[in-house]
């Protein structure tokens, strides 16, 4: 199981840009051999996958934020990002950390562990 906190999220206008940062705990594991990934969930739509990363550090993205985000990982620091450019009005929504234990085929994966989540809202 992991520990997942989320911070970053934010108000801003359409075209700007966010960092959503996730420190991840692992109890027993090392984080570094999860898939991580970020979710997001706007109201009244189901839940979706945004963007994945592996443990080698290869990345899948969903059409809707190809070009415009970029996840990463900081292994020493056991912590998940999201680098948000070009933000749109239909980016606006919470966003979710996800882990899963397996580092590989991420973005098939059913993540078991998840953060709070933090608000992402960008106006037009």
């Known amino acids: 199981q992991v520990q997942l906190v989320e911070s970053g999220g934010g108000s801003v206008q359409a075209g700007g840009s966010l960092i959503l940062s996730c420190a991840a705990s692992a109890y027993g594991s090392s984080v570094s051999a999860y898939c991580m990934a970020w979710f997001r969930q706007a109201p009244g739509k189901e839940r979706e996958g945004v963007a994945f990363?592996?443990?080698?550090?290869?990345?899948t993205y969903a059409d809707s934020v190809k070009g415009r985000f970029t996840i990463s990982r900081d292994s020493a620091k056991a912590t998940l990002y999201l680098q948000m450019n070009s933000l749109k009005p239909e980016d606006t929504a919470m966003y979710y950390c996800a882990a899963e234990y397996g580092g590989v085929g991420c973005q098939g994966r059913k993540y078991n562990s998840w953060g709070q989540g933090t608000q992402v809202t960008v106006s037009s």
């Open positions: 990363i592996s443990s080698g550090g290869r990345t």
